[in-house]
Nanobody
C-alpha cells in the first residue's frame, strides 16, 4: 500500500518560512522523481516543484522560483520542500506527487496522501 505522509504545514506570516516533508512507503522511492502539488481555496491543483531521482535536478513553477527549494533523502524515503519568503497566494493544501522534470505532475499509484495545510497571513 502506498503511503504519503506530508507534514510541516501551519500558519505563518507573509515573509516567513516553512519546511514541508513527505515521508513515503509502499513503492520504490529511488526510482521516481517526486514533488509537490498545491491546491488553494477555489483553485485548481497545480504542480509546484519536482526533484529527480539522484542527480538533484529540479523543476519549479514560475510562481515559486527563487523562494522554494526541493530536496530528497533516499535513505529516509522522504522529500522536502523549503519555502521561504512566503506570500498569501501560497496558501494551499500541499500534497506529495510523482512528477517529471518537464513539469508534469500526477498521483503516486492513485494516491496524493492527505496533504499538509499551509496558511500565509498578510
Amino acid at each position: 500500500e502506498v503511503q504519503l505522509q506530508a507534514s510541516g504545514g501551519g500558519l505563518v506570516q507573509a515573509g516567513g518560512s516553512l519546511r514541508l516533508a513527505c515521508e513515503t512507503s509502499g513503492f520504490t522511492f529511488d526510482d521516481f522523481p517526486l514533488g509537490w502539488v498545491r491546491q488553494g481555496p477555489g483553485k485548481e491543483r497545480i504542480g509546484v516543484a519536482c526533484i529527480g531521482t539522484e542527480d538533484g535536478n529540479t523543476y519549479y513553477a514560475d510562481s515559486v522560483k527563487g523562494r522554494f527549494t526541493m530536496s530528497r533523502d533516499n535513505a529516509k524515503k522522504t522529500v522536502y520542500l523549503q519555502m521561504n519568503n512566503l506570500k498569501p497566494d501560497d496558501t494551499a493544501l500541499y500534497s506529495c506527487a510523482a512528477c517529471t522534470l518537464g513539469g508534469d505532475f500526477y498521483d503516486v499509484f492513485g494516491s496524493w496522501g492527505q496533504g499538509t495545510l499551509v496558511t500565509v497571513s498578510s
